[in-house]
């Protein structure tokens, strides 16, 4: 069976010899005669499989021997929202409001301490970055949204102050660019964006900036103790840590995140520039806070839209529809698309031109 051409927002597209990795691990790891679902999460493969994708996370992130640790843990990004908040809020930390994912990891800071929205770009739909803010002295941490997924809009640069920790909700677009990680403290990304089946969400933390609010955090919200216990506290997404392992030695085995940087801008600049080009559409951002993960656009003309979705469903093109709140198209291209996947939505966009 032909494969249509995934542009989904999440979960999406891993690539094929993972999902046929993965599913022959179903059945039988490693030549084991055992399930990948039935091990024990204790046994020697599966610490081996866990020590592998925290190695493989640091590695690609350039992280490794900097004071960092990979955790992986479950509730996805959204636990995130309030498992930073509980470790690091004592009394206020400030956030920029680039989208629904960062307005609600405020929301839920708010029950810990006091935030501060250093800017939003909320009043214009969120279609770009906020950038002249100032950071006050004394905040507790700042909190970034690296990609916004739903709305197409991507930090380039993330202001800092000296000694407040930068955090960063890096869901839709870790691994997928090259960026000096060592300036956030402390990364965190669901699973099923970039990086595997959702379940996992990774944890990219410098220990030196934990242990230091003074209120009682719960085990299982807790960083420093599922460091100690070295994500295993208790039993971890086991399938999601697998397949997130064997993507992440699939980015190895095709040059890092280097050389997928090269490639995921050439899709970006594929589908943007037929964007621009195409009398019939329209671009939902601000041109310099484009998303190279997430192209959100638009047909000028509303009526057409009925005609357009016709054409690019004949061409197995699979989950270009916007999110609800932004509306229009979205081609996610994550990773694992492909930039031939993109020319054939490229050439059904030219053809509709034609016949529109
Ligand atoms: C999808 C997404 C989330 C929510 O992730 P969950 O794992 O479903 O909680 C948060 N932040 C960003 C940037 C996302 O894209």
Known sequence: MERPHNFSAGPCILPLEVFEKASQSVIDLDNSGLSILEISHRSTAFVGIIEKARELALQHLNLQDKGYKALFLQGGASMQFLMTAYNLLEKKAGYLDTGTWASNAIKEANNFGKTEVLASSKSSNYNYIPKDFLVPEGLDYLHYTSNNTIYGTQMKTFPKKENTPLVCD????????????????LIYAGAQKNMGPAGATLIVVKEDILGKVSRAIPSMMDYQLM??????????????IYVSMLNLEWLSRNGGVPS???????????IYSEI???????GFTALED???MNATFSLKDEQLGPKFDK?????????????RSVGGYRASMYNALTLDSVKVLVDVMKNFE???
Do not use: C
């Open 170 to 185: 890096m869901s839709s677009d870790i691994f997928s660019r090259q960026l000096d990680y060592s300036q956030f403290d």
């Open 227 to 240: 460091i100690k216990k070295e994500s295993m506290f208790n039993t971890p997404p086991v399938f999601s």
């Open 260 to 270: 997928i940087e090269k490639k995921n801008k050439a899709k970006a600049d594929l």
């Open 276 to 282: 621009d080009r195409n009398p019939l559409f329209k």
């Open 290 to 292: 484009r998303s190279m």
């Open 311 to 323: 054409l690019w469903k004949a061409s197995h093109i699979n989950g270009l529809n916007g999110h």
């Open 354 to 356: 034609k016949t529109a």
